[in-house]
């Protein structure tokens, strides 16, 4: 049997059309929610030292109002302000078997004292250019672990997100990481 290739193409179009009409449009909610996937650690054969790590989460939002623009730099986003950062991480060692903050310092030989250091950051912006304003995706962010100054190897960091509403996501925490020194 010898079909005629117009009615093979329509009988094509037909199906994809059922097909595409099959598909569910994913909708989140507006606030930014985030899910911890891993924590990769990466190890310096020539130092001998477990240096850095890449944490990795998921994230979702309804609106698709993540990110920062380079010039966003006015209240509430001014660098002195509660907002500067739209990725907040703080980091952890296990003393005692308690987590405890604590902040990482870096000696700066110039005034001779030391500078706290912040693995904070600001992503640009993630906004979808047109349609669908529901967005997923996944952070990888390559931390510096190797606290020179510390004398305790397990370690942990706790995460969220802020999107341009100032909506906060939920917080999340890596499992206990051991460094290998």
Do not use: W
Not at 87 to 98: A, D, H, R, S, T
Request: net charge negative.
């Amino acid at each position: 049997m010898n079909l005629n290739p117009k009615i093979l193409f329509i009988l094509f179009l037909l199906v994809s059309l059922e097909f595409l009409s099959c598909s569910k449009i994913e909708s989140f909610p507006e606030i930014p929610a985030i899910k911890y996937e891993n924590f990769l650690l990466e190890y310096n054969t020539v130092t001998g030292i477990t240096e850095r790590g890449v944490f990795i989460f998921s994230y979702t939002d309804g609106n698709g109002d993540l990110g920062l623009r380079a010039n966003d730099t006015f209240p509430p986003y001014n660098r002195q302000g509660d907002y500067y950062y739209n990725l907040i991480i703080n980091y952890f060692e296990q003393k005692n078997g308690v987590f405890v903050e604590v902040p990482l310092l870096s000696y700066n030989s110039e005034t001779q004292t030391y500078d706290t250091l912040t693995f904070n950051a600001r992503f640009p912006v993630l906004t979808p250019v047109s349609g669908n304003k529901n967005i997923k995706g996944m952070f990888h962010d390559t931390l510096f672990i190797y606290n020179p100054i510390s004398d305790f190897d397990t370690i942990k960091f706790t995460a969220f997100i802020i999107d341009r509403a100032l909506n906060k996501s939920n917080v999340i925490e890596t499992p206990p990481i051991v460094r290998i020194k």
